[in-house]
């Protein structure tokens, strides 16, 4: 991010790239989709701009839009006639969170984008109407088209597989039995508990559409009996969360949702708590981050939220769930921060003693 004080020119250089953003975006996107990129890549410095779409089945055109779109976007530099991908172009092509965000971003947010105005006026996502006629995106998750899905889950999981493994040791130190696992979705960390202690027990909340996917993959997986379901509509304050559960486990579930929204779900948890459950919070916090590119990205993703999820929920700051957390009659007992290799921070919660 730019903190320097810029001079008027380079200023109204940085507006016309907001200007043109979204075009440059799908230039670059087709550079790697059609192969181009990954092309002058194997060619470690030696592909001949002029040449290369003899070799790519496309014209001499299409290579030099495409090829003077990257080099003003630094993904490749032109020197003597002859391309190379620079270290932004190397990320385009082989940076996993680069992949996720971009395919995130073209198939999920680009078309939607175009209603954030609208969205932000109405506090709904008008967006999403290029999906389907859904009040949010969680409703219509089951019947997105298998390629927007796909880029929906690689987005979602991203940004918390890398947390899983250090998630369960602390989960786990307590020992539970019976694990809750609200906003489960497709049961990717029921099951991972499930492998992580045989000997506990996981029930799925979630909304009917996510459950239906859930059962399927606990099917193939064996683990029905093991894991069980409990369709519910979590803002509806008549549903409640039944009793009984060890741990309460939400991660990045609370960001899908405005302030007033978490407030009757963490309330929610606190009717279905006692002195010995523990809830456990895992988020990707704004200001909790240790690189600029973390904190950039959910920013955006915050937009996203705006125009395609929702339209009313955010990427929180941790003062924020904390804050929201104590309002509920809960309190935060320990802060784990970052934990493993990832962008998330852990927040164990438990009523308040009195």
Same mark, same amino acid.
């Given at each position: *991010? ?53 070799? *790519?089945?496309?014209?001499?055109? =299409? ?23 620079? %270290? ?24 939607? =984008?175009?209603?954030?105005?609208? +969205? ?6 008008v967006g999403l109407k ?11 998750? =089951? ?7 796909? $880029?929906?889950?690689e987005f979602d999981h ?11 040791? #602390?989960?786990?130190?307590? %020992? ?5 696992? #609200? ?62 559960? $060890? ?25 279905? +708590? ?22 950039? +990205? ?47 921070? #852990?927040? %164990? ?6």
């Amino acid at each position: *991010m730019i903190k320097a004080e810029l001079t008027a020119i380079d200023a109204k250089f940085e507006a016309q790239k907001i200007a043109f953003s979204p075009i440059f975006f799908q230039a670059i996107l087709a550079m790697r989709d059609l192969g181009v990129l990954q092309y002058i890549y194997a060619k470690r410095g030696n592909a001949i701009v002029a040449d290369i779409y003899k070799e *790519m089945n496309l014209t001499k055109y =299409a290579i030099e839009v495409m090829v003077e779109a990257a080099t003003v976007m630094n993904v490749v530099e032109v020197e003597n006639g002859k391309a190379k991908v620079t %270290k932004v172009g190397y990320y385009m092509l082989k940076d996993e969170m680069t992949r996720v965000n971009v395919n995130f971003i073209n198939d999920v947010c680009y078309d939607g =984008a175009k209603f954030l105005k609208e +969205s932000l006026a109405e506090e709904k996502p008008v967006g999403l109407k290029v999906f389907g006629d859904w009040q949010t995106v969680y409703q219509g998750l =089951a019947h997105l088209t298998p390629s927007v899905r796909k $880029s929906w889950l690689e987005f979602d999981h991203f940004y918390s597989q890398d947390a899983f493994d250090e998630a369960l040791k #602390i989960v786990f130190s307590e %020992k539970p039995k019976y694990l809750f696992d #609200i906003g489960g979705n497709t049961g990717k960390w029921a099951f991972k508990c499930c492998e992580f202690d045989e000997n506990v027990n996981v029930k799925i909340l979630d909304l009917p559409g996510q459950i239906a996917m859930a059962k399927i993959n606990t099917e193939e997986k064996g683990l029905i009996g093991r894991i069980d379901f409990h369709p519910i509509n979590i803002l509806d304050a008549s549903q409640k969360i039944p009793k009984g559960a $060890s741990v309460i486990w939400m991660s990045q579930f609370l960001d899908c949702f405005s302030e007033k929204e978490i407030s009757l779900i963490l309330n929610n948890c606190a009717q279905a +708590s006692d002195e010995n459950t523990f809830i456990y919070i895992m988020e990707p916090f704004i200001d909790n981050q240790e690189f600029p590119a973390a904190e950039f +990205s959910l920013v955006g993703t915050s937009l996203y939220f705006t125009c395609i999820a929702n339209g009313n929920s955010k990427m929180y700051k941790i003062s924020v769930m904390e804050d929201l957390v104590n309002k509920a009659g809960m309190e935060v007992c320990h802060v784990f921060p970052l934990i493993g290799d990832s962008y998330h921070t #852990i927040l %164990k919660c438990r009523l308040k003693k009195d």
